[in-house]
């Protein structure tokens, strides 16, 4: 994978009720030179100005309160168009989802959320 000239500057949230997920790929991206912001649940990321400065959604579908699906849904609602990634135990569940860029099975591969996400920037440049 090459590097993108963006990447110190884009900003990656990361929105899954496991704290253990959040702090893995939150390594996993501040490690590849992406700023990273992540959230516990739906609701908190939505009670926060990030929507605005996200360039690319990691979420998880199932959550408590409001799922990965009804986040995205939400945000398109809302005008923010922010390619999504989701990570999950139920792929099956994010499909026909718009801007969905991929929907990879828990755990995934580094290097698949890697490919997926870089797909995402280039998707919305």
Do not use: W
Not at 4 to 26: F, G, Q, Y
Not at 45 to 59: E, K, M, R, V
Not at 60 to 69: E, F, K, L, R, T
């Amino acid at each position: 994978m090459h590097d993108t000239p963006l990447r110190n500057t884009t900003t990656i949230a990361v929105v899954d009720d496991d704290e253990s997920v959040r702090t893995a790929l939150e390594g996993l991206l501040r490690s590849s030179g992406y700023k990273v912001r992540t959230y516990c649940s739906a609701l908190e990321f939505l009670d926060t100005n990030a929507p605005a400065g996200t360039h690319c959604l990691i979420s998880d579908i199932q959550m408590p309160g409001m799922s990965g699906v009804q986040l995205h849904e939400k945000l398109d609602a809302m005008g923010f168009k922010i390619p999504t990634i989701f990570i999950t135990a139920y792929p099956h569940l994010g499909a026909g989802t718009p801007r969905l860029v991929a929907c990879l099975p828990k755990p995934c591969e580094a290097d698949s959320l890697l490919n997926s996400i870089e797909a995402a920037l280039r998707q919305r440049h």
